[in-house]
C-alpha cells in the first residue's frame, strides 16, 4: 500500500521561502505520477502542481506558476514543493498525492494521500 508522508511545514513571514517534502513508500516510486494540493478548512482542496513519472514534465495552478516548483528524486523517493516568495493567502494545509501513472488520466484526480503538512504565512 501506497503510504506519503509530508514534511517541512511551519510558520513563516511573507516573502519567505519554505521547503516541503514528501516521503514515499510501499510501491516502485516511478510507476507514480506525484501532486501537490492544499487545504483551507471550509473550502476545497485546490490542485497546486503535478509532476510525472521521471521528472520532465510538470503543471502549475495559475496561482503558484513562478513561485512554486515541484521536484522530484527517484533515488530517494521522494517530491518536494519548493515555495518562494510566501503569500498570507498560501496559508493553509499541504498535501502529498500520488496515482499509478497513465497516459489516460489527465485531470486532477489523485488515489492516494498523505496525512499533510500546516503552513502558516504570517504578514
Known amino acids: 500500500q501506497v503510504q506519503l508522508v509530508e514534511s517541512g511545514g511551519g510558520l513563516v513571514q511573507a516573502g519567505h521561502s519554505l521547503r516541503l517534502s514528501c516521503a514515499f513508500t510501499g510501491r516502485t516510486f516511478t510507476s507514480y505520477d506525484m501532486g501537490w494540493f492544499r487545504q483551507v478548512p471550509g473550502k476545497e482542496r485546490q490542485f497546486l502542481a503535478d509532476?510525472?513519472?521521471?521528472?520532465?514534465?510538470?503543471r502549475y495552478a495559475d496561482s503558484v506558476k513562478g513561485r512554486f516548483t515541484i521536484d522530484r528524486n527517484n533515488g530517494k523517493d521522494a517530491v518536494s514543493l519548493q515555495m518562494n516568495s510566501l503569500k498570507p493567502e498560501d496559508t493553509a494545509r499541504y498535501y502529498c498525492?500520488?496515482?499509478?501513472?497513465?497516459?489516460?488520466?489527465?485531470?486532477?484526480?489523485?488515489?492516494?494521500w498523505g496525512q499533510g503538512t500546516q503552513v502558516t504565512v504570517s504578514s
Open positions: 509532476i510525472n513519472t521521471n521528472g520532465a514534465w510538470a
Open positions: 498525492a500520488a496515482r499509478v501513472a497513465d497516459a489516460r488520466r489527465t485531470g486532477f484526480e489523485y488515489d492516494y
